[in-house]
């Protein structure tokens, strides 16, 4: 089957390039406004953009539908600020980030509604997910425009990791269990093998 991304719509595409591109990692990435406002929203368009210096990137959609075309909290969040926190996710932590997902008002603390608790960063504004094992603080590198959507660059700044998953400069990933996304579905690591 060979497919014309021209005559595919947009719904299409998002489908087959976000289930084919899978298992993503997921930016659960908390922000502060100019006002002082929290917020805390997971993306699966995330992953390395550089290891020396070590930056980290993350694709921001448009804030279309019910949004009404207005910018999505966190983007706004870093151009204001130009400061960000990207918080693993374990598997013990899906069903909080699933609820921090959801569209709210500005206003709206996620963390709250989330029911987890902020952990003061070290060189950032923003807080971290205190029940997260790798809080990685970022300071704004780029925002680049890309069609409908924002491919956000940030330098890291600070990294903080539990002492249990991080032994002899190696991560535990089985006792961490990433979560991952499928198109519309989750996953999380619970096999590693080598080759």
């Not at 005559?7 to 084919?20: C, D, I, N, R, V």
């Not at 983007?75 to 699933?98: A, C, G, K, S």
């Not at 600070?158 to 991560?171: A, D, F």
Request: with cysteine.
């Amino acid at each position: 089957m060979h497919l014309n991304p021209s005559t595919l719509s947009e719904s299409e595409l998002y489908k087959l390039m976000s289930g084919a591109v899978s298992p993503r990692p997921i930016a659960w990435v908390s922000t502060v406004s100019k006002k002082g406002l929290f917020n805390l929203a997971p993306f699966s368009f995330f992953t390395v953009a550089s290891s020396k210096p070590p930056m980290l990137c993350i694709s921001i959609g448009s804030g279309e539908g019910d949004r009404n075309g207005i910018p999505k909290d966190t983007l706004t969040n870093i151009r204001d600020t130009y400061e960000f926190v990207v918080n693993f996710v374990p598997y013990n932590l899906i069903q909080e980030m699933e609820k921090s997902s959801k569209n709210y008002d500005p206003c709206i603390d996620e963390f709250i509604v989330a029911g987890v608790n902020k952990l003061k960063s070290t060189i950032v504004n923003p807080p971290g997910v205190k029940e997260s094992p790798i809080q990685f603080e970022c300071k704004l590198e780029n925002i680049i425009p890309l069609g409908k959507d924002h491919l956000v660059i940030g330098k890291v700044v600070h990294i903080c990791v539990q002492n249990e998953s991080y032994q002899n400069g190696k991560l535990d990933l089985i006792k961490l269990q990433p979560v991952g996304r499928l198109a519309g579905n989750y996953t999380h690591i619970q096999n590693i093998f080598t080759l």
